[in-house]
């Protein structure tokens, strides 16, 4: 929402205008973030519904700042993109995320994939390939363990070159998901272009969701479209047992959000995910 403008950006973040740090320094800020260890990943759990097992987690990004504390993705990844710190950061995210899901792995979580989010500049970046490759390599994941998720603002970088690299992607057996599905650009083009496993109904869809309301009617045919394409149909933003039923009754593959778990530090993902025990 926070993307418009020539180049498909904004040249300020209004929440970063409006405390005395100026956007020079922010860039600096941002700049020794990664060599001085201030990214953090939180997990939010997926489930398989009904109240199914977890699926795996989607990593999150966020900068612990010295001064301004933790900041969200959406206060700084429009910053790292303009700058191009987008890809070194892009390529930790995907480090770190590997590892955690290793560690998982480990301890036998076999069935779970890490999401990991895709950045526009990521996606239209030759070298993404090897990236992906050696990240795998390195922590001896199997692709079918990762998972990336691009928005469809991506298709602002739709050149045949960035298609290409997500095929070869695709092919190494890594899942690729379609992010705030229905809210972007081309959301239907871009469909039938990408080699896509998983599709996730944004979150503007699914908050007012009620039966009977223009969002279940479109809801329920973005499941129907899904299923017809053979993907994975994830809705993200669950926050009450209302939605939840409802996205279950359509057939939502998996669902993902506060009602059944917020995104938390790895070390306590695993408590987090636990069914409540009787005190
Ligand atoms: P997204 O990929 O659509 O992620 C979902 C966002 O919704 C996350 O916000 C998550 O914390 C939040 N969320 C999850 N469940 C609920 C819910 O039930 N209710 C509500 N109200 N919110 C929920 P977050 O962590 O602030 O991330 C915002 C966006 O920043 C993400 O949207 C994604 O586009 C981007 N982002 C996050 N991490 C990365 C990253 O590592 N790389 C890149 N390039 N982008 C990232
Ligand atoms: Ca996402
Ligand atoms: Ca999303
Ligand atoms: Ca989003």
């Known amino acids: 929402t926070k993307r418009s403008g020539r180049n498909g950006y904004n040249f300020f973040e209004p929440s970063m205008n409006a405390n005395a740090h100026n956007q020079l320094q ?14 953090r990943l939180v997990y939010q759990p997926k489930f398989m ?3 199914g097992p977890v699926i795996g ?4 990004l966020r900068w612990q ?12 990844i429009a910053l790292a993109e303009r700058s191009g710190l987008i890809i070194p950061i892009g390529a930790w995210v ?5 590892r955690q899901m290793r560690e998982w792995l480990t301890l036998g979580y076999q069935d779970w994939k890490i999401a990991v989010n895709l950045s526009a500049l990521q996606f239209n970046d030759p070298q993404l390939l090897d990236v992906v490759q050696a990240v795998l390599e390195k922590h001896q994941l199997p692709p079918h363990c990762l998972t990336l ?3 469809e603002s991506t298709a602002m970088y ?21 992010d705030d599905f229905g809210t972007g650009y081309s959301s239907l083009l871009y469909l039938k272009r990408l080699p896509a496993n998983e599709l996730k109904i944004d979150r503007g869809f699914v908050r007012d969701l009620s039966a009977g309301t223009e969002d279940a009617a479109i809801v329920s045919a973005i499941v129907a479209l899904g299923r017809t394409l053979n993907l994975r149909i994830v809705a ?14 359509v057939g939502c593959d998996a669902l993902q959000g506060y009602l059944m778990g917020r995104p938390v530090p790895p070390e306590q993902f695993l408590q987090a995910i636990q069914p409540q025990q009787p005190t």
Not at 57 to 60: C, D, S, T
């Open 26 to 39: 922010w860039l600096q800020d941002l700049r020794v973030a990664l060599e001085r260890g201030q990214f």
């Open 49 to 51: 519904s009904p109240d």
């Open 57 to 60: 987690a989607e990593a999150l």
């Open 65 to 76: 700042h010295p001064v301004h504390g933790m900041v969200g993705p959406d206060d700084f």
């Open 94 to 98: 995907l480090d770190e995320a590997c």
């Open 149 to 151: 998720e691009v928005t």
């Open 158 to 178: 739709d050149t045949a070159s960035s298609m290409q690299t997500l095929q070869k992607i695709a092919d190494l057996g890594v899942d690729i998901s379609i």
């Open 236 to 249: 993200e933003g669950v926050e009450t047992e209302v939605q939840q039923a409802f996205l279950t009754s």
